[in-house]
């Protein structure tokens, strides 16, 4: 696993869902905002239909605050959602043209994405969601005629690491950030838990950075790397 580059300054952070970011790259935000890199989210949907038993109407406007105040514990102020439905998201020329015009205006040298395999481990099924949304902006950055400089996934067999000591804790304030939603999701297991427990999971002392904590992402386009 090589060190995640350092030498640029603005990112953007492209995902389908709310809360996306939290359940795996915070930490590495959190540390790139305090180093002074600018990052910007834009999300598919406002994940109206991810709150068991609440109407979307209802839940998207609740999700979204949430996300809005996530987003700002790591230090991300300019968050955009799309109106994409909710559970519902599929690779449409539509989706591209949003992920191509926020490309555009923010003018990022890295875009990071969701995790686009089949699967996160043995037993555990990435989301339609997720592999659609992915599979857009694999294909926008390959359409585009002066791309961003790397196009990376935040999920499993990593390629590139960055190092989070130190920022554990602001990722895991940022994920019960999502409170309504986490409660929702586990009564059972108080919210701050939830967040913790899954933040440690993503951030795994790894062996290859003097066991620090450490994210990790996945090149999928950039120097040396061809489209698959």
Same mark, same amino acid.
């Given at each position: 696993?090589?060190?995640?580059?350092?030498?640029?300054?603005?990112?953007?952070?492209?995902?389908?869902?709310?809360?996306?970011?939290?359940?795996?790259?915070?930490?590495?935000?959190?540390?790139?905002?305090?180093?002074?890199?600018?990052?910007?989210?834009?999300?598919?949907?406002?994940?109206?239909?991810?709150? +068991?038993?609440?109407?979307? @109407?209802? &839940?998207? =406007?609740? #999700?979204?605050?949430?996300?809005?105040?996530?987003? %700002?514990?790591? !230090?991300?102020?300019?968050?955009?959602?799309?109106?994409?439905?909710?559970?519902?998201?599929?690779?449409?020329?539509?989706?591209?043209?949003?992920?191509?015009?926020?490309?555009?205006?923010?003018?990022?040298?890295?875009?990071?994405?969701?995790?686009?395999?089949?699967?996160?481990?043995?037993?555990?099924?990435?989301?339609?969601?997720?592999?659609?949304?992915?599979?857009?902006? +694999?294909?926008?950055?390959? @359409?585009? &005629?002066? =791309?961003? #400089?790397?196009?990376?996934?935040?999920?499993?067999? %990593?390629?590139? !690491?960055?190092?989070?000591?130190?920022?554990?804790?602001?990722?895991?304030?940022?994920?019960?950030?999502?409170?309504?939603?986490?409660?929702?999701?586990?009564?059972?297991?108080?919210?701050?838990?939830?967040?913790?427990?899954?933040?440690?999971?993503?951030?795994?002392?790894?062996?290859?950075?003097?066991?620090?904590?450490?994210?990790?992402?996945?090149?999928?386009?950039?120097?040396?790397?061809?489209?698959?």
């Amino acid at each position: 696993m090589q060190p995640f580059p350092t030498d640029w300054t603005t990112a953007l952070v492209l995902v389908p869902h709310p809360d996306d970011p939290e359940y795996g790259m915070a930490a590495a935000v959190a540390k790139w905002t305090a180093e002074g890199k600018d990052v910007h989210y834009a999300l598919a949907s406002r994940g109206e239909a991810g709150i +068991a038993g609440m109407p979307p @109407e209802t &839940a998207g =406007p609740i #999700r979204e605050d949430e996300q809005r105040r996530s987003a %700002a514990v790591v !230090g991300v102020h300019d968050v955009q959602f799309w109106d994409f439905p909710d559970s519902r998201i599929v690779d449409t020329a539509e989706l591209r043209a949003a992920i191509a015009e926020a490309i555009s205006t923010v003018a990022p040298q890295l875009v990071i994405t969701i995790y686009s395999g089949p699967e996160w481990g043995p037993d555990l099924p990435n989301q339609r969601d997720h592999i659609e949304f992915a599979t857009a902006v +694999a294909a926008v950055f390959d @359409e585009l &005629a002066d =791309p961003p #400089r790397w196009l990376f996934e935040n999920g499993p067999d %990593a390629t590139h !690491g960055e190092v989070v000591d130190g920022y554990v804790d602001l990722a895991v304030e940022a994920l019960a950030a999502h409170e309504t939603y986490l409660s929702v999701l586990d009564p059972q297991t108080p919210v701050v838990e939830q967040a913790r427990r899954q933040v440690e999971a993503t951030t795994g002392a790894h062996p290859e950075f003097g066991g620090q904590r450490t994210v990790g992402f996945i090149l999928r386009r950039g120097a040396g790397v061809t489209a698959s």
